[in-house]
T-cell receptor, first 114, second 114 residues
Framework: GEDVEQSLFLSVREGDSSVINCTYTDSSSTYLYWYKQEPGAGLQLLTYIFSNMDMKQDQRLTVLLNKKDKHLSLRIADTQTGDSAIYFCAESMPGSSNTGKLIFGQGTTLQVKP | KAGVTQTPRYLIKTRGQQVTLSCSPISGHRSVSWYQQTPGQGLQFLFEYFSETQRNKGNFPGRFSGRQFSNSRSEMNVSTLELGDSALYLC?????????????FGQGTRLTVV
């Protein structure tokens, strides 16, 4: 089946680390993405990971993948007020029936308090 | 390099009318996908076009249609508008559209049906 689940809300203090979690259900080889959406804007691709990887780091962002539990997390180090946004986890699967299609979670609203 | 451009940014239409939205992908990208974003349903895949052909389609009624031109620009059309069609419509462009390719989104077109 196709289902991506995220918690809806996270609040942190500026300077702390944020961890946004996501679970996915598909068991085949898949790519997993993190997008950021600011108010009134489109989606900004932050990073992505293939399901045979455990971790990917890109500056303040760390993606961790637990394949056994089908659990994905995005850690933002030294969170800033400019990181306040909605973060979407998305899955892309191989196969002609999935071409060009991303399956999105509901989005996690990150609130960063000064 | 210019990003993905969607026009118009905002639209207000009356029930029963039809509407056409436009998406210009990043230069060199041949795949364009369309998504509908609503507070209740989140981000849902509409369809994907590659080299002027629809390769994939989501679970939307036939009132939703699209096309792609030889320069990869894409349009989507919604006929006989309903109140429930009010949403943010996002398009994404990528090189090939397959799993693992990076998809870049436009700012979206905000459609309000009254």
């Amino acid at each position: 089946g196709e289902d991506v689940e995220q918690s809806l809300f996270l609040s942190v203090r500026e300077g702390d680390s944020s961890v946004i979690n996501c679970t996915y259900t598909d068991s085949s080889s898949t790519y997993l993405y993190w997008y950021k959406q600011e108010p009134g804007a489109g989606l900004q691709l932050l990073t992505y990971i293939f399901s045979n990887m455990d971790m990917k780091q890109d500056q303040r962002l760390t993606v961790l993948l637990n394949k056994k539990d089908k659990h994905l997390s995005l850690r933002i180090a030294d969170t800033q007020t400019g990181d306040s946004a909605i973060y979407f986890c998305a899955e892309s699967m191989p196969g002609s029936s999935n071409t060009g299609k991303l399956i999105f979670g509901q989005g996690t609203t990150l609130q960063v308090k000064p | 390099k210019a990003g993905v451009t969607q026009t118009p940014r905002y639209l207000i239409k009356t029930r029963g009318q039809q509407v056409t939205l436009s998406c210009s992908p990043i230069s060199g990208h041949r795949s364009v996908s369309w998504y509908q974003q609503t507070p209740g349903q989140g981000l849902q895949f509409l369809f994907e076009y590659f080299s002027e052909t629809q390769r994939n389609k989501g679970n939307f009624p036939g009132r939703f249609s699209g096309r792609q031109f030889s320069n990869s620009r894409s349009e989507m059309n919604v006929s006989t508008l309903e109140l429930g069609d009010s949403a943010l419509y996002l398009c994404a462009s990528s090189l090939q559209g397959g799993a693992g390719t990076e998809a870049f989104f436009g700012q979206g077109t905000r459609l309000t049906v009254v």
